[in-house]
């Protein structure tokens, strides 16, 4: 893509509710990136009301990933529009499919940050989250969760293991407090 030279990209991956955005937004500030969430983007969309955000809300709320050309749609406009020079993409990838087709048509990222936690953690901290927030997600409830966790392994985590296997993969262990894991983050950044 045009204009995408002097940028890089940095893909941010885990499961529901490992703690991606929460990474992102002390990562952003330190190191003045762009922060893109496809989750964001998604739901900003569905705020619209539109019969494609409709659409949007049914996958989201059944724990399936929405159709590629949508997010990778919506990404790609996102990415334009950001003045900064390095753009975490967090919650993209989630598949092998968009794993190529973004870096085939888009850029390829730099390298990958992966937040590593059990299903346990995540969804401990999922329920947290619905039982804090001011404005409760439709999409974080057990049974949600469940299917969210089922979609992450059989989409997700190939795309991880394929970034992998390219070297471009850096594991973090996201099992530990917030400080901690943005302690060993930041090092993709320096
Ligand atoms: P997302 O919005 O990406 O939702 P998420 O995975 O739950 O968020 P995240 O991991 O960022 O959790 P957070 O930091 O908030 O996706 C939602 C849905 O959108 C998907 O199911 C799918 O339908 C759709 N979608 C998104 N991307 C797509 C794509 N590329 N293609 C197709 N469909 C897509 O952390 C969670 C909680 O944990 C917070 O309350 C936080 O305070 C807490 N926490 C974080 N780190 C912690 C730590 N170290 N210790 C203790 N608590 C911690």
Request: proline share 5%; net charge neutral; hydrophobic share 40%.
């Amino acid at each position: 893509m045009s204009g995408l030279d002097d940028k890089f990209i940095v893909f941010i991956m885990g499961g529901p509710g490992c703690g991606k955005g929460t990474q992102c937004a002390i990562l952003r500030e330190e190191f003045n990136l762009a922060h893109l969430s496809s989750g964001d983007l998604l739901r900003a969309e569905v705020a619209k009301g539109t019969p494609e955000g409709l659409e949007i809300k049914s996958f989201m709320d059944e724990g399936k990933l929405v159709p590629q050309e949508t997010v990778i749609n919506l990404m790609k406009k996102a990415i334009m529009e950001v003045p900064n020079r390095g753009i975490l993409l967090d919650g993209f990838p989630r598949s092998v499919s968009q794993l190529e087709e973004f870096e085939r048509t888009v850029k390829p990222a730099k390298c990958a940050l992966y937040f590593s936690c059990t299903e346990e953690e995540m969804l401990k901290r999922i329920m947290h989250r619905a039982s804090h927030a001011a404005v409760k997600r439709s999409d974080d409830n057990p049974e949600t969760a469940m299917k969210r966790f089922r979609t992450y392994t059989t989409e997700a985590q190939p795309a991880i293991q394929r970034l992998r296997e390219m070297g471009k993969l850096i594991e973090v262990d996201a099992m530990r407090p917030i400080q901690d894991v943005t302690d060993d983050a930041r090092k993709a950044f320096i």
